[in-house]
Each structure stands twice: as C-alpha cells, then as structure tokens.
C-alpha cells in the first residue's frame, strides 16, 4: 500500500509540475498576445489619425487652394493668349503661390523599419498601407517637388529678367510668348498634382475604414 501510495504520490506530483508548466507558458502566451494587441491597436489608431489629419488637409486647404490658383493661371494663359495686359498684374501674383503637401508617414515609417509591420495580421491591410505610402504619397511629394522646381528654374527665373517684383509690373513684353509657354506647362504640372491629391483624399478614406474594420478586439 506504501509503494502504491508513494507511486501516486509521485504521479500527481509529476502531472501537477506538467500542469504548472503549462500553465506559465499559456499564461505567457496570453500576455504576448495581448501586449501584441494592444501595441497593433496604438500603431492602427495613430496611422487613422494622421490619415484622418491629412484628409481634412487635402479637402479643406489643398485642393481648394490649387484648383483658385490652377484657374488664375489658367485665366492667364487665356488673357496672354488674346493680348490682353489688363490683368498681368494680378495674375502675375498668383505664379507665385505654391502649395505643396506631403501626406504624414512617420508611423508607417516607423512600423516598417522597426520590422514590426506584421502586427497587422491582414496581409492585405498591408499591402493597402504600402501601396498607399510608397506608392501615391510619394508620387504626390514628387509632384509638388516637380512643380517647385519648375517654379524655381523657369518661372521665377523669367520673373527675375521680366518683371518689377515690387509692384508686380511687367518691364518687358518681347517674351510674353514664353512666358505663356512656361505658364501652360506650369498649370499642367498643378492639374496631375492635383489629380493626385484627389486620388489621396479617395484612397486614404477608404484606407481608414480598413484600418477601423481591422482593429484588434478588446478581449
């Protein structure tokens, strides 16, 4: 009966061992996990909220304020076009506003070179961010760096031999062809810029609802 009661004794001690062992282990995996998620849900709601900044940026300032000056320009190219100074002046002004965004992308950047963009488990939320980042948002840096340096290198570079930069008066009218070239290149590379940015405002509105759809559960 001893030896019995010995070998039992030793065999609930051993599954009693197994069991704890076990147990710390799940309970380790719990924890993981729910640390996992919760750092998932922090990197998943900052990205909504700089989307969700960017969006009210490209809707309420960006767009409105390339779309005034792509009609100025426009309007310019037309009054040149029919030999029309009157408005020289005026439209001359408008060249020189340039408004360029570039989407906030410090969260993604920061999920991809800590290597823990795999905390969003959707392979294809994934895929979206990384279309959306390295694909469209640095197409529309390009775009506005683009229409910059023309600015820059042509446009301002004219102005400079052109036009009293004081009061915004023409000086000399035997290159207002050029000008008008110039001017319809510039309106062009603002029209794709602002193609982009519509392009943005669509993409990173549904981007948001698959971030919102995707977020981790509280248990």
Known sequence: MNTRFSWSNHLFNFIAVILGVYLAFYMSERAAQHKEREESNVFMQSLITDLKEDLKTYQDYQI??????????????????????????????????????????????????????????????????????????????????????????????????????????LVKTDELIVLRNHLIIYASLIDQKLENYKMIVEQSTALIESLEKALPEDE
């Open 64 to 169: 409105p304020v390339n779309q005034e000056q792509l009609g100025q320009i426009n309007q310019l190219v037309e009054e040149l076009a029919n030999d029309k100074l009157d408005g020289l002046q005026s439209g001359m002004a408008a060249i020189f506003q340039v408004e360029n965004y570039a989407a906030s992308s410090s969260t993604y950047s920061s999920l991809k070179s800590s290597a823990k963009l795999g905390l969003i488990k959707d392979l294809d939320l994934q895929k979206e961010l990384n279309n959306y980042y390295e694909g469209l948002a640095t197409e529309s840096q390009l775009k506005g760096q683009f229409q910059a340096d023309y600015f820059t290198e042509e446009l301002l570079d004219w102005s400079v031999r052109n036009v009293d930069l004081i009061t915004m008066e």
